[in-house]
């Protein structure tokens, strides 16, 4: 899988934890896109970070995004604002087994701040172990998995038919939160690098016309 991580500014002292973390799943292709705990870097929000997973995601420049913000929660609610999106806040390793199997999701929402003591990177790695180590979508309990996976597309198919395209939400997202999102350090190559679709020209149209206002 191509996976994004998106840290915002209240968790950005983690970052490099967290990268160290997920940079060393070597069965992934890993990008680190949000904040990087850098001295004079821009500070994002959870706003900034879950509007650009839902880009990310829409594009298909990434097949999954990891966030987070203190506790999870907004990171949580601003990308499920977006269609495609199916987020799951988890803080345990048990949940992230049973979401990606149950759930099949392409977005973890993380408490990067909430409950971080002794061993915060470890409990962010056992996290990510568990969410890594079982097939998307498989199904579970076992018994029950057909059922799990025929529900699982029916929500895909409902959510997309109550929300708005990604095409006609681009458009509305305010300027002040998007650009700064999309000015982030390597966002612009992994967009280029996403297939062609109406949705990457949408997004390089405004790198090009917006991008330097």
């Given at each position: 899988m191509k996976i994004a991580l998106l840290v915002e500014g209240s968790t950005s002292h983690h970052a490099k934890d967290i990268w160290e973390v997920l940079s060393g799943y070597e069965a992934h292709e890993c990008y680190?896109?949000?904040?990087?705990?850098?001295?004079?870097?821009?500070?994002?929000?959870?706003?900034?970070?879950?509007?650009?997973?839902?880009i990310l995601l829409n594009t298909k420049a990434v097949d999954f995004v990891i966030g987070?913000?203190?506790t999870g929660q907004g990171f949580?609610?601003?990308v499920m604002a977006f269609p495609g999106v199916l987020c799951g806040l988890v803080y345990d390793p048990l949940e992230a087994w049973l979401f990606m199997q149950v759930n099949a999701g392409n977005?973890?929402?993380?408490p990067f701040n909430r409950g971080w003591g002794l061993a915060g990177k470890e409990q962010i790695r056992l996290i990510l172990d568990q969410?890594?180590?079982v097939p998307v979508g498989g199904g579970y309990p076992p018994e029950r998995a057909d059922l799990i996976r025929r529900m699982h597309r029916k929500l895909r198919s409902q959510s997309d038919s109550f929300r708005k395209s990604f095409l006609e939400i681009l458009p509305l997202i305010d300027r002040d939160l998007l650009?700064?999102?999309?000015?982030?350090?390597?966002v612009r190559e992994l967009m280029e690098?996403?297939?062609?679709?109406p949705e990457k020209a949408a997004v390089i149209e405004i790198y090009d016309q917006e991008g330097k206002r």
């Open positions: 680190q896109v949000g904040m990087r705990g850098e001295e004079g870097e821009e500070s994002l929000t959870f706003l900034h970070t879950s509007l650009l997973a839902g987070g913000c203190g949580l609610n601003g977005c973890l929402s993380l969410a890594f180590s650009l700064p999102a999309l000015g982030m350090k390597g690098s996403a297939p062609e679709s």
